[in-house]
Every structure is written in structure tokens, then in C-alpha cells.
T-cell receptor, first 116, second 110 residues
Framework: DAGVIQSPRHEVTEMGQEVTLRCKPI?????LFWYRQTMMRGLELLIY??????IDDSGMPEDRFSAKMPNASFSTLKIQPSEPRDSAVYFC?????WGRGNSPLHFGNGTRLTVT | KNEVEQSPQNLTAQEGEFITINCSYS?????LHWLQQHPGGGIVSLFM???GKKKHGRLIATINIQEKHSSLHITASHPRDSAVYICAVTANFGNEKLTFGTGTRLTIIP
């Protein structure tokens, strides 16, 4: 089991550029989460999917952010256009079953995004 | 007031000491998670519990649903336990959304 795989590990880009973060969940897991971590706000849920369907995107900060899950093994988080305040570590996590939060989470190693 | 509060924010202890980190929450929950984040940044799920107590090696997690309180204990602490420990809860209205505490930074001195 390779765990949750995120790419890239680090991304440095200029303001205004499009950024795409990628995530491959653990095979067989049917819930996928995108989190953002900053010094000021800690960890925040951006969006989560169950069986590839977005369930709660209330944490997506604004229309510049979008997320897709075209199939069970891949998800993307896109920021267009990027801004310096988007600089953060973005984590993807998956869990094995849909439920009332009673599933353990498996985190990827995160993507550290720096927007200059 | 945050829905999930942790204490202390920072904790420094000598190797071998018994460690306690506390988490209080203000909402009804279906589960509480303890996470560990090492200096390298990776996050590991330590425990998920909705009642009672769980133990894994030197780590013990307890929860009191009536008091809306959980504790994470580390026995015989070791420098490799140095990390940020994060409490998170899933509210009991039927979805997977986690609300996080701000974390406790633990440093164990050899």
C-alpha cells in the first residue's frame, strides 16, 4: 500500500498563474478530502468527495479554487489565478468508508505552495 | 470561541516524563481524532474514538462524551515523540467534515 500520493511536493509560482495539485487516494477508499494548512488558520477542510461526488465544498475560499475527482483514483485541486495569500501546505486525505466521521483518515505528504 | 480547544499550546518535557494533552469541544460529535504532525510536515492519524479509551504502544487516548473532553497521554516520552498533536472532531450531523484544534507542540528533551 503506497499510501495517499500527492504531487508535486513543492510548487513555487508567480501571482496570477494557474496551479494544479494532484492526489491519488489509497485504492478502495471512497472518501477523499482536500485540506489547507497555514500558520494563521491551522488546518481547514476545503472540500470532500464521496464516491467521486463532491459532498461539501463550503470550505473552498472563493471561485478561484476548484476541485475535481474524475475517477476513484485521482483528484485535482486547481487555483486560477493564484494569489500570494494562497501560499500554504495543501493536504489530501482519504478514508475507507462513508460514514458519520467514524473512518480513520490517511494523509498524503502535502504540497507546499508558494505564490510570489 | 473555537469549537475545538487544545491545551497546552506548547509543552516541553524531559525524556521519560508522562505527557498529557487535553482537548475540549463544544459541539455534539460522532468521533474524535488525534493526529500527529512531525517537523517534516506529514500527518499521521493516531486514534479515532467515540467513547472510552484506546491504547497503542505508549500512547493512550481517552474521551468523556458527557464532559466533551478528550486527553492524549504519552508514557515514557522519547525525543522522537516531539511533534505537533492535533485534536479534530466530526460533528454528529452526518457528514465527514473535521473541525480541528490549533494543535499542541510537544518537545521532548533528551
Amino acid at each position: 500500500d503506497a499510501g495517499v500520493i500527492q504531487s508535486p511536493r513543492h510548487e513555487v509560482t508567480e501571482m496570477g498563474q494557474e496551479v494544479t495539485l494532484r492526489c491519488k487516494p489509497i485504492s478502495g477508499h471512497n472518501s477523499l478530502f482536500w485540506y489547507r494548512q497555514t500558520m494563521m488558520r491551522g488546518l481547514e477542510l476545503l472540500i470532500y468527495f464521496n464516491n467521486n461526488v463532491p459532498i461539501d465544498d463550503s470550505g473552498m475560499p472563493e471561485d478561484r479554487f476548484s476541485a475535481k475527482m474524475p475517477n476513484a483514483s485521482f483528484s485535482t485541486l486547481k487555483i486560477q489565478p493564484s494569489e500570494p495569500r494562497d501560499s500554504a501546505v495543501y493536504f489530501c486525505a482519504s478514508s475507507p468508508k462513508w460514514g458519520r466521521g467514524n473512518s480513520p483518515l490517511h494523509f498524503g505528504n502535502g504540497t507546499r505552495l508558494t505564490v510570489t | 470561541k473555537n469549537e475545538v480547544e487544545q491545551s497546552p499550546q506548547n509543552l516541553t518535557a524531559q525524556e521519560g516524563e508522562f505527557i498529557t494533552i487535553n482537548c475540549s469541544y463544544s459541539v455534539g460529535i460522532s468521533a474524535l481524532h488525534w493526529l500527529q504532525q512531525h517537523p517534516g510536515g506529514g500527518i499521521v492519524s493516531l486514534f479515532m474514538l467515540s467513547s472510552g479509551k484506546k491504547k497503542h504502544g505508549r500512547l493512550i487516548a481517552t474521551i468523556n462524551i458527557q464532559e466533551k473532553h478528550s486527553s492524549l497521554h504519552i508514557t515514557a516520552s522519547h525525543p522522537r515523540d516531539s511533534a505537533v498533536y492535533i485534536c479534530a472532531v466530526t460533528a454528529n450531523f452526518g457528514n465527514e467534515k473535521l473541525t480541528f484544534g490549533t494543535g499542541t507542540r510537544l518537545t521532548i528533551i533528551p
